[in-house]
């Protein structure tokens, strides 16, 4: 697997950012004209989703819930109300991004979480990762007597907070779905697992995805995706200030930060 831009494989692939590429034609796709160019600049994360939720199997009438509100998280929950959830719960520290996934149809629900103190104890982190499963639960519930958890969960940001509240929070015999790459080595419950019989699916990327993605986009099925593109940069000069504007959540005016274009 080779990925242009990507560290994973040394020596490293050749990056993108240059004014032009030599790029294999078979690997080339052809975005038709009512799509634009903006919508296409996130056929990427776009894949990333179609991948996450190929390898969940979402049912229809499923519950969802997807942890992270960034580009790949709103896309995923997106397309977790394609493939038939009805109702589908987004959570993430920035109100901001949760409001923005429930204002543009992303997401049914959503559930801003509280930043916590540093915790160094195990028993501590489990605890309050319990009490955030608790308050997800709630909102996917949809004051159900017998809810016992989403059938499908995300996370997509790969913090080992949100993989223990995820696993805490899926219902027996339901699935959660690594999305967001996090640190190396995380604690999780493995017990919530086991005793539920909960699938731990991990993905990496994508494959075979653009032809998909691209019909979707033309569809008009999803949420328009144009106004996740919040800022924008001349030039190549300003790609090392367009990451770091990446990193943030918000901008100097306190404007909403999701998806970075760097246009020539």
Request: neutral net charge; aromatic residues 6%.
């Amino acid at each position: 697997m080779r990925f242009r831009s990507s560290a994973k494989s040394v020596p490293h692939f050749q990056g993108t950012l240059q004014e032009r590429i030599n790029h294999p034609a078979k690997w080339c796709h052809k975005i038709p004209q009512h799509v634009s160019m903006d919508s296409a600049a996130l056929l990427e994360p776009l894949s990333v989703a179609i991948h996450a939720t190929r390898r969940a199997s979402i049912e229809q009438g499923d519950t969802v819930t997807v942890f992270g509100a960034g580009t790949v998280g709103l896309l995923t929950a997106a397309m977790a109300k394609l493939s038939g959830a009805t109702t589908v719960v987004i959570a993430d520290i920035d109100s901001g991004r949760v409001n923005y996934a429930l204002a543009n149809g992303f997401a049914h629900k959503g559930y801003i979480v509280h930043p916590r103190r540093h915790l160094i104890e195990t028993a501590e982190k489990l605890a309050v990762a319990k009490e955030l499963a608790e308050d997800v639960m709630q909102i996917a519930s949809l004051n159900d007597p017998d809810f016992e958890g989403t059938d499908v969960t995300f996370d997509c940001t790969g913090k080992e907070i949100c993989m223990q509240a995820g696993l805490y929070s899926t219902r027996p015999g339901g699935r959660l779905i690594m999305v967001g790459m996090g640190t190396p080595i995380q604690t999780l419950p493995m017990s919530a697992s086991h005793l539920k019989e909960v699938d731990i699916i991990g993905i990496f990327r994508y494959a075979n995805t653009y032809p998909t993605g691209i019909k979707i986009l033309s569809s008009g099925a999803l949420p328009n995706l144009d106004s996740m593109i919040t800022h924008r940069f001349r030039g190549l000069t300003a790609a090392k200030e367009a990451f770091e504007l990446a990193g943030k959540t918000t901008d100097k005016e306190g404007r909403l930060v999701l998806k970075i274009l760097v246009e020539n």
